[in-house]
């Protein structure tokens, strides 16, 4: 596996050196910083080695930023600034609501502890377990692997 790797990457870096090559007349700073990174002077196309053995083994290969950045017009650089700020108030918001919600569930909680200490009631028997069926499922807005439903559960307020 390690050695099927070396061998894979090595015929990457050769491509990516005759790329090279061939791109110095149209892109030359381009092509420039490629050479840089391949740590290896370009040579006449002629004396390139058709078997693809034109790099030197050993040699240290410079990894750093991307060569060429996406160009945006400003139409497309506002879009992504608001999407940003609208997606950073989302999460705001909501945040804001999980430390609402939190609060009156702790609220909640005390005021059921009142209640519980004062009957005798076994804890055990405490426990409130719902059957619901499951309306609707969609993928949450914010987030890649969490999902949110609606489960019916036969309360008057509708499903949850």
Known sequence: ????????????????????HMLLPFIPDGASKIFHKLSTEPTNLGKL?????????????????VLYTKLLSEADMLSAEEAS???????????????????KEIA???AGQKAAAASDQPDFTKIDIRVGEIKKVWLHPEADKLFCEEIEVGEESGPR
Request: aromatic fraction near 4%.
């Open 108 to 110: 909640k909680s005390k």
């Open 49 to 65: 080695s058709s078997d693809m053995r034109n790099l030197t083994v050993g040699t240290k290969i410079v990894v750093g930023d």
């Open 1 to 20: 596996l390690a050695e099927q790797r070396r061998i894979i990457v090595r015929a990457t870096l050769e491509a990516v050196y005759a790329s090279a």
């Open 85 to 103: 700020k609208k997606k950073a108030q989302a999460y705001a918001d909501a945040q804001k609501r999980k430390k609402e919600k939190k609060a």
